[in-house]
């Protein structure tokens, strides 16, 4: 399923596809089946010829930088340090992975690591649909039969933590602002059962106009509407700030928003 398969078979495979001969002289160990002849090669996974932080065979199967350069794009930054910190090693400017979206498929390149897509192929199991409209349609990229993978967004009120995960792969992680002791937030098994690009939040003592990317979870036995939505009003993520319903910060937010769909579970705990 999923990141599983991009395995070690694979990815041996596509360094003898990708690299070529030539390249591949230096490695030692391992063995894969490539066409109908069993090819013994050996293969160093930790080797990282340009020492620049990062193994030839993620440069090559996974980044697309140079395995011989240890800064791709020039930036002054090595590829390592790039992406061990979120940012591009492909596109300079400070760009980071989740901004850039290197074959324009509507998955940015860090989800595409970590669903195990080709960030340079916008369709990567060739079945026609771009890997970010399968995604963003809980169908697996990595597979060209129509087979469904599972989303769930999960609030951690004790660490103030959002998570969502994506076949059971964490997409993101970050703080967020729940209820306030006096107005807390629902706990319980919910799911998305509205999306509103812009709200109007208001009531005694609070007026938030115009506040964008809210997603519906739940109704109270009142009406009252609890949504997990953007907070432009304050910055103190990672404690309890809201009249109960999950704050998060925007730029989060609004990649959040687009990736839950009607009907993706909610769990608050
Ligand atoms: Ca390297
Ligand atoms: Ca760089
Ligand atoms: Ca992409
Ligand atoms: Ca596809």
């Known amino acids: 399923m999923f990141a599983e398969k991009t395995g070690k078979i694979i990815l041996v495979c ?4 990708l690299a070529g001969a030539g390249f591949l002289a230096g490695y030692r160990g391992a ?7 069993a090819v013994a090669l050996a293969v160093d996974e930790s080797l990282d010829t340009d020492a620049d932080g990062l193994a030839d065979l993620l440069e090559i199967t996974v980044h697309h930088t140079d395995p011989t350069r ?3 794009d020039g930036d002054g930054y090595a590829d390592g340090l790039e992406v061990a910190n979120g940012y591009s090693p492909l596109h300079g400017e400070s760009r ?14 860090d989800w595409e690591v970590k669903a195990g897509t080709d960030l340079t192929d916008p369709d990567s199991d060739g079945d026609l649909y771009l890997d970010g409209t399968e995604v963003a349609a809980a169908y697996d ?18 660490t103030q933590t959002l998570s969502y995960y994506l076949d059971e792969k964490l997409v993101e992680s970050f703080p967020i602002s729940s209820g306030l002791p006096g107005t807390p937030s629902p706990v319980g098994n919910f799911s998305v059962l ?3 690009p812009v709200k109007h939040y208001g009531g005694p003592g609070f007026d938030f106009p115009n506040t964008k990317w809210n997603l519906l979870f739940h109704r109270s036995g009142s009406g009252t509407g609890y949504y997990v939505h953007g907070a432009y009003w304050h910055d103190n993520w990672g404690h309890p700030m809201s009249h109960g319903c999950i704050n998060v910060p925007y730029e989060r ?11 993706t579970p909610v769990v608050i705990r």
């Open 194 to 196: 509205d999306k509103v």
């Open 141 to 158: 990229p990595l597979d060209p039969n129509p087979v469904r993978v599972s989303k769930r967004i999960d609030v951690d009120l004790k």
């Open 14 to 17: 596509l360094v003898i596809a």
């Open 31 to 37: 063995s894969c089946l490539w066409g109908p002849k």
């Open 96 to 109: 980071r992975m989740v901004d850039v979206d290197t074959d324009r498929d509507y998955l940015n390149d």
């Open 253 to 263: 937010m609004e990649r959040l928003y687009w990736w839950a769909q009607h009907g």
């Open 70 to 72: 240890p800064d791709t």
